[in-house]
């Protein structure tokens, strides 16, 4: 089984707005990251979290803010975004080790008004 | 900076042909390398993953790896539409503190036309 999940699918929100995203996976990965990906673009790597410690951050807005409760989850906290931020937010694991994929969930879709 | 290329797409093959799309990397010290296929509006799909010189075969999927070259390529087979999708290539970086960050071509769209 190789199922990251996400949720909501799609989420639209005012620039005034705070939201979360959330990624849940059950397979034991120790790494989890967030990625946004823009329309005709490769995936753009925002977070890395490793044994739910945030490891990488790729210079990103404080607007974004990313959270690792346990092992299985992961959150996206998003706060005053600009109508630029929209795109597909994307939650990917890997288990941790050389010679590991990494699996990518099906994506949050976020549109900013 | 580690560089992915991709040759420029898109790329359009007859149903049944076979479609070769290639990529470049510029990290020689890379080890892991990976395919996915991404249709519209949809995520990142892992396809292929291959870490040796040489060939690796997955039903119609063909991943070639040569690091002397620095090159990896992805054949498809016998060619569907439903194959037709962008393909990413994706290198990882398995050296240092990277924790398996991949860096990502542009990716290659194609078109199985029946």
């Known amino acids: 089984d190789t199922e990251v999940t996400q949720t909501p699918k799609h989420l639209v929100m005012g620039m005034t707005n705070k939201k979360s995203l959330k990624c849940e996976q059950h397979?034991?990965?120790?790494?989890m990251y967030w990625y946004k990906q823009k329309a005709k673009k490769p995936p753009e790597l925002m977070f890395v979290?490793?044994?739910?410690?945030?490891?990488i951050n790729e210079s990103v807005p404080s607007r974004f803010s990313p959270e690792c409760p346990n092992s299985s989850l992961l959150n996206l906290h998003l706060h005053a975004l600009q109508p630029e931020d929209s795109a597909l937010y994307l939650c990917?694991?890997?288990?941790?080790?050389?010679?590991?994929?990494?699996?990518f969930g099906p994506g949050t879709r976020l549109t900013v008004t | 900076q580690k560089e992915v290329e991709q040759n420029s797409g898109p790329l359009s093959v007859p149903e049944g042909a076979i479609a070769s799309l290639n990529c470049t990397y510029s990290?020689?010290?890379?080890?892991?390398f990976f395919w996915y296929r991404q249709y519209s509006g949809k995520s990142p799909e892992l396809i292929m993953s291959?870490?040796?010189?040489g060939d690796k075969e997955d039903g119609r999927f063909t991943a070639q790896l040569n690091k002397a070259s620095q090159y990896v390529s992805l054949l498809i087979r016998d060619s569907q539409p439903s194959d037709s999708a962008t393909y990413l290539c994706?290198?990882?970086?398995?050296?240092?503190?990277?924790?398996?960050?991949?860096?990502f071509g542009r990716g290659t769209q194609l078109t199985v036309w029946p």
């Open positions: 990917a694991s890997r288990a941790a080790g050389a010679a590991n994929e990494q699996y």
């Open positions: 397979m034991g990965h120790r790494a």
């Open positions: 979290y490793s044994y739910e410690k945030l490891s």
């Open positions: 990290d020689r010290g890379s080890q892991s």
């Open positions: 291959i870490y040796s010189n």
């Open positions: 994706a290198v990882r970086a398995d050296r240092g503190s990277t924790l398996g960050r991949l860096y």
